[in-house]
């Protein structure tokens, strides 16, 4: 999942609650950049912490009652430029897949009802529940973008329970069914047409620059294995130099599970981390920082070691390679 999926309710919880850094579990400099992608089995850690930390268990609720949309920035503007409901909906659907690896959406026409559906796979089940609300409140958000701040819909599904059913009664205006193998939220299919619509979206400028397109485009697909255990290394230098222990463990396996996958695969750890530590490590040097900063911050102890690993990856040192492209 991208950071800006759990970004808002990140941020709030901490301010609101006390929360030190890294009290949920995940770097806080994950969160300097939207787009980064966080393993599933990070996310459903922060969940739990998140209701340990704050003790409230509506707390997905309370925090994202009144959050904007607006928030996730460009995603948000691409998302939202639908000329129309129906258009937008569709756009939601298909966008998705580039803000949630396995994870889908979809909006199905059941008699005269819209059942807008989401589903993860990946969300551990003591997780459920808060991933479900987290989506329902998006969902209801879209929809109150073009049918006005006063529409409810006909019903939400919900995985998993709360005792505080009035509260979620309150925020969506309708009955609120639990424990359902999916999330879904009910309307009347005649409200996608564009004469039902109250307000009229305002779309802010579309263009990304390059660095943003990339970021967009590069969401692995959850039976890519390779590409999966390149973003799992990305993400593990968060933590600081990924060691095969932490990697292994954030993929599910054990250090010898991890081993013989990666030489099925024709790899070993060593070179796939490198490989992936020098593509961070060029995007660093795009947005400016001086090789001697990115060394530290990849959690390298000297610069020899880094610049031995770039050098044997890009065939230059830092240096030689920031002089010949970036200046």
């Not at 006063?150 to 998993?160: A, I, K, N, T, Y």
């Not at 830092?318 to 970036?326: G, L």
Request: net charge positive.
């Amino acid at each position: 999942m991208r950071a800006l999926g759990i970004e808002h309710i990140h941020r709030v919880a901490k301010l609101r609650y006390g929360i030190p850094d890294n009290g949920l579990g995940i770097p806080e400099s994950v969160f300097q950049n939207s787009m980064t992608l966080i393993p599933m089995s990070e996310i459903n850690v922060w969940y739990d912490r998140l209701e340990q930390e704050t003790r409230n268990p509506d707390v997905i609720l309370d925090i994202s009652f009144d959050a904007d949309l607006s928030h996730i920035g460009a995603m948000s503007r691409w998302l939202l430029s639908g000329s129309d409901l129906a258009s937008t909906i569709r756009r939601v659907n298909y966008g998705f897949t580039s803000l949630q690896n396995g994870a889908f959406l979809s909006a199905s026409i059941s008699g005269p009802l819209i059942k807008w559906t989401y589903q993860n796979p990946f969300v551990a089940s003591q997780s459920k529940v808060h991933d479900s609300i987290r989506i329902a409140l998006v969902l209801t958000k879209v929809l109150r973008l073009y049918l006005g701040s006063d529409f409810s819909p006909l019903r939400v599904q919900l995985q998993g329970s709360r005792k505080n059913s009035a509260s979620y009664q309150n925020y969506f205006g309708c009955d609120i069914e639990w424990n359902h193998s999916t999330t879904q939220v009910w309307f009347h299919a005649d409200l996608r047409l564009a004469t039902m619509q109250k307000t009229r979206v305002q779309i802010g400028p579309l263009a990304m620059n390059y660095s943003d397109l990339d970021e967009l485009l590069n969401m692995p697909d959850a039976e890519d294995e390779i590409k999966v255990i390149y973003e799992i290394l990305s993400y593990s230098r968060h933590h600081g130099l990924p060691t095969i222990g932490r990697v292994s463990s954030l993929l599910g396996l054990s250090i010898q599970q991890f081993q013989r996958r990666l030489r099925s695969l024709g790899m070993n750890f060593t070179t796939v981390s490198g490989y992936v530590m020098s593509n961070i490590a060029v995007e660093m040097m795009r947005r400016g920082l001086p090789p001697e900063d990115i060394c530290f911050k990849l959690g390298y102890q000297n610069q020899g070691s880094f610049a031995r690993m770039f050098k044997k990856q890009r065939g230059l040192t830092p240096s030689q390679y920031k002089q010949r492209y970036f200046t």
